[in-house]
């Protein structure tokens, strides 16, 4: 069974009065009724995941011999792994890119908590597996065209405190509306799953002894083990939206045949309530190429199925052709009178025959092969290749003559673009997940929980939170009006966890060309972000913040310095050389002597190597910090004249 819906504790439906009952045997044969219209409306859907499934166990012929009248010769068939490797590539890229949110407030006073739940949501999925779990999804994305997941409150998780839970959903066991692109427009949503009888009337006691023969059950995969259901019932969940008082509810109703296991109508709290505040199901898809129609979508196997199908009966007959050329057969007459048994076994040096004309035995003609039909096999395999995106130049094997590492690079990056667009359908549908989290969150996070979280620089912090933070928060009167409640809402940014090994070495790069070009002295601020604001990298942003704050400080501190100057000239004029000396360091980033003569001191910047004349404050500065130096205060060369 999967993780149990969030359900207070009640007593026994059989106990409740009958009035308080909303829903009873009546609404759920009304909702069997409407799974089997849902079950029927999505009987093409079916077909064509359970066929991908089997084209994914290279059980091939299974599907082939339907489409095509030379099955069932009982010879050799191909099976070649050209689809498999497909999506073997595929779902690494998939992985590679890993995803990690970061929640973003929608108003400053909010940004303490965004900061918080970007720490906490990882958490959080990692409790879950989420890694685990994302990549089973990415499987099914990648060979039935839709990957789907399950966000709910878990009453049983933390011995009874209850947390969130993320898992993915067998297609086979979901039903929505017929028609209906957008899940949350399905006036149901079903969710089936097969539990032990003796399992649910031990859980269940209300029902023991009322369980009769199965009312519903879903279709199943062809699995390579036995799974036996003679003992198993179908439990059935629906989900529908409600009007109560003006507002739409999320109802929940769990039962099995005709007996009602939970539902969240027959509970006076939760019947105006509904089973969660944010009124979603909470069931997120991730169509890899989306339809009309349908939450679902297309995989590669739906689009590849014809090249492969084509290449396992090339190399079918190509093997066959091979195979008769290395074994000879040949014609025998009748009153040939050969011994066949004497001439098949090789190790025979004399072959006893009757009659040794030369058409007693003859070998049968063979006809090899013309090596067009290899270029058609070769053409083949490179339409299977295009089709899917799966070429050379993304799975690593350059063979076009490109020796340079950027041009390298520069293939390997346009040949990736239907990983990318696949992955970044896979983040908005991680954003679903993330916003369904914070919404539980909201909710049911009223208890302190402890979480361990990484601070800056990679070191671990343990903290405490609750979601006091992210609930309504009343506005205040203004001018005599109550300014009603704001609810804190966040905006999600997803992106990579796990970036590519060239991605991290170009960026580690262009780093050190940016320190080497000087981008980080702070005297070239303004230079620096005017180059940075015309650049298009990974991390902009975030490096443009970080120099206009180095320049900031560095303003900061010239103002600061100045002021110790004035002061030190006035106070202590000992150290106003040594202050002045500090100026003219941290304005020019080298050394330079105290010029002689009265000239001018020349500094050279050591990080852009842009030669520069002393400031005129420095310079100021050490004119009136020599003349404050003299007994005389500066005027001893006017009174020996």
């Not at 899940?183 to 269940?204: A, G, N, P």
């Not at 997940?433 to 070191?459: A, K, S």
Request: hydrophobic share 35%.
């Amino acid at each position: 069974m999967e993780s149990e819906q969030r359900q207070p504790e009640v007593q026994p439906v059989e106990a409740m009065p009958a009035q308080v009952q909303a829903i009873g045997p009546e609404q759920l044969r009304k909702f069997t009724k409407v799974l089997e219209q849902y079950k029927a409306g999505k009987a093409r859907t079916e077909q064509r995941i359970l066929a991908s499934e089997n084209w994914w166990k290279l059980r091939n012929s299974i599907e082939e011999q339907k489409e095509t009248d030379i099955g069932g010769d009982g010879g050799f068939r191909s099976v070649s792994g050209w689809l498999h490797n497909v999506i073997v590539s595929k779902h690494a890229d998939a992985m590679e890119a890993y995803p990690e949110p970061n929640i973003l407030p929608r108003e400053e006073g909010d940004r303490g908590e965004a900061r918080m739940l970007s720490a906490i949501i990882p958490c959080v999925l990692e409790q879950n597996h989420f890694e685990r779990t994302y990549s089973d999804a990415m499987w099914q994305k990648l060979k039935t065209g839709t990957g789907v997941y399950k966000v709910v409150w878990d009453n049983g998780k933390l011995h009874g405190l209850g947390d969130i839970a993320v898992e993915r959903v067998n297609l086979l066991n979901i039903y929505w509306e017929p028609g209906v692109t957008d899940i949350q427009r399905s006036r149901y949503f079903f969710h089936t799953e097969l539990c032990d009888k003796d399992v649910l009337e031990e859980r269940y006691p209300q029902i023991r002894g009322k369980l009769k023969g199965q009312s519903f059950m879903s279709t199943k995969f062809l699995y390579d083990d036995h799974v036996d259901t003679e003992n198993k019932h179908t439990v059935i969940e629906v989900y529908y939206h409600k009007y109560v008082g003006g507002r739409s509810t999320l109802q929940y109703c769990k039962y099995v045949g005709d007996q009602v296991l939970y539902a969240t109508e027959n509970e006076a709290e939760l019947a105006a309530r509904g089973l969660y505040d944010h009124g979603k199901y909470p069931y997120v898809f991730d169509a890899l190429f989306p339809i009309e129609g349908s939450p679902c979508g297309y995989g590669y196997v739906d689009i590849c199925r014809n090249p492969q199908t084509e290449i396992d009966l090339l190399k079918t007959a190509f093997v066959k052709n091979a195979m008769v050329g290395a074994t000879p057969r040949y014609f025998s007459r009748g009153d040939g009178s050969v011994n066949e048994e004497e001439f098949l076994d090789l190790n025979k040096a004399i072959v006893h025959v009757g009659n040794a004309s030369e058409d007693a035995l003859r070998q049968i003609a063979f006809s090899q092969l013309d090596g067009v039909y290899v270029n058609v096999l070769d053409r083949t395999i490179q339409e299977l290749r295009e089709t899917s995106g799966n070429t050379e130049t993304s799975t690593g094997n350059i063979s076009s003559g490109v020796t340079a590492a950027s041009a390298i690079a520069a293939l390997q990056e346009a040949s990736g673009k239907g990983s990318r667009d696949s992955t970044q359908a896979a983040y908005r549908s991680y954003s679903e997940i993330v916003d369904l989290c914070i919404e539980l969150i909201r909710q049911f996070y009223d208890l302190p929980r402890q979480f361990r979280i990484v601070g800056q620089y990679g070191m671990e912090q343990y903290i405490s939170y609750t979601n006091a933070g992210i609930q309504p928060q009343h506005q205040g009167n203004d001018f005599g009006q109550d300014m009603g409640f704001r609810l804190p809402v966040f905006d999600i940014k997803v992106s990579a966890q796990k970036q590519n090994v060239y991605t991290k070495v170009s960026q580690n790069e262009m780093a050190l060309q940016f320190f080497q070009m000087g981008f980080f002295n702070p005297q070239l601020t303004d230079q620096t972000l005017l180059c940075l604001d015309i650049m298009d990298f990974d991390g902009k942003d975030s490096i443009m913040q970080k120099v206009a704050q180095n320049g900031t400080m560095y303003e900061k501190l010239l103002q600061y310095m100045q002021l110790a100057l004035t002061l030190a000239q006035a106070v202590q004029p000992d150290a106003a050389e040594t202050i002045a000396q500090d100026i003219m360091m941290t304005m020019g980033g080298g050394t330079a002597a105290p010029a002689a003569g009265g000239e001018q001191a020349v500094e050279i910047d050591n990080i852009s190597g842009v030669g520069a004349k002393e400031p005129g404050i420095v310079a100021n500065a050490r004119k009136r910090s020599g003349e404050a130096s003299q007994p005389d205060g500066g005027s001893g060369k006017e009174q020996a004249k």
